[in-house]
């Protein structure tokens, strides 16, 4: 499995961005792809997830409301809109897959990562 992620830059607090993730190489049907993000100097902490037997959702409670995850089957791409955006919300966002249908936002149950892209909230 290779995922690519993309979107990532530098934006004000209160400011929006859309990452994206593109995927292939998935042999089964259901499985799900999560957000993951880093800070300097913390451990990787799931953001979200979606999974593809039903497009169902999960957020971390610090990002509900305000991020959300979708996905566009055609295009074999997960997006992550984020508004609102919070100094907080700074880290590199990786995407991740795992080969069960089941959401989770523990990042050891998932397999495959993409490098990350640099999100950066600052005025």
């Known amino acids: 499995v290779h995922l690519v992620e993309s979107g990532g830059g530098l934006v004000q607090p209160g400011g929006s961005l859309t990452l994206s993730c593109t995927f292939s190489?998935?042999?089964?049907?259901?499985?799900?792809i999560g957000w993951f993000r880093q800070a300097p100097g913390t451990e990787r902490e799931g953001v979200s997830c979606?999974?593809?037997?039903?497009?169902?959702?999960e957020y971390v409670d610090s990002v509900k409301g305000r991020f959300n995850i979708t996905r566009d089957n055609a295009k074999n791409t997960v997006y992550l809109q984020m508004n609102n955006l919070k100094p907080e919300d700074t880290g590199v966002y990786y995407c991740a897959s795992r080969s069960f249908f089941r959401c989770d936002l523990r990042a050891d149950v998932f397999g495959s990562w993409g490098q990350g892209t640099q999100v950066t909230v600052s005025s």
């Open positions: 190489g998935f042999t089964l049907e259901y499985y799900a």
């Open positions: 979606i999974r593809t037997v039903d497009d169902s959702t």
